[in-house]
């Protein structure tokens, strides 16, 4: 369990660090209307209050578990315990007064709130999910022809950023590209090349179906 949740914080800091997935490129957005419902941020900052007060709580119940009747240190965690449950009945009487969703306007909210066009987020959500998936399927292939088939991604993004050339005729769109890699990894390159090559792609849009071929770039 602790490996695959390892995997995947690790595939999440990756998405969110390459293909930005918290963050939208556009700057056309609609500003929330004031008599608009939302849920109350001051309940939530509320709820998590009670959250950190109720842990404290549990951590000093916990070390007063494990003293005796009459052991001395005892006094500190029941000072911590008695005072974390005083903080716990202000926030509750706070809670049960305070609304779960109030307006734009009542939140403080009113003409700072936006929200992005749907149709926009899902094109964009849509395309970064596509890419993501191309991505760790390149690096499924790559992996296997290098020393340490876990940095595939990390060795990948070398030859997303590499410079390069591309040739166009009537047949083909030839892409020669120079990453910086060592021996071993411009290796395992010419072998993904193949292996793209032999699926013979297309270049998408294109009038002419013209194959993609990729090549390394000759220094």
Partial sequence: MLSRWSRQENQFKHAVERWGVNH?????VIEYAP???MPNPARRRLEHALTIVRRAEGDALRRLARLER???????????????????DTLLAQRATMPKRVTV??????????????????????????????ESELAT?????LPRPKEAKK??????????????????????LAPA????????????YRSLN?????LPGDPARRSLRFRPLEQ
């Avoid at 890699?181 to 993904?192: D, G, I, K, N, Y």
């Fill in 35 to 37: 008599d608009e419902m």
């Fill in 70 to 88: 009459d052991d001395p240190r005892r006094a500190k965690p029941e000072q911590e315990a008695a005072r974390c449950r005083a903080q716990e």
């Fill in 24 to 28: 939208l490129d556009g700057r056309q």
């Fill in 105 to 134: 306007l009542e939140a403080g909210l009113s003409g700072k709130l936006v929200r992005h066009l749907d149709r926009y987020k899902l094109l964009l959500d849509t395309l970064r999910t596509l890419l993501a998936n191309v």
């Fill in 155 to 176: 060795t990948l993004a070398n030859l997303f950023a590499a410079p390069g050339v591309v040739r166009v005729s009537s047949r083909h769109v030839t892409v020669q």
């Fill in 181 to 192: 890699s060592t021996r071993r990894e411009r290796r395992a390159f010419e072998q993904l």
């Fill in 141 to 145: 292939m790559l992996g296997p022809y």
């Fill in 198 to 202: 032999a699926a013979k792609l297309k």
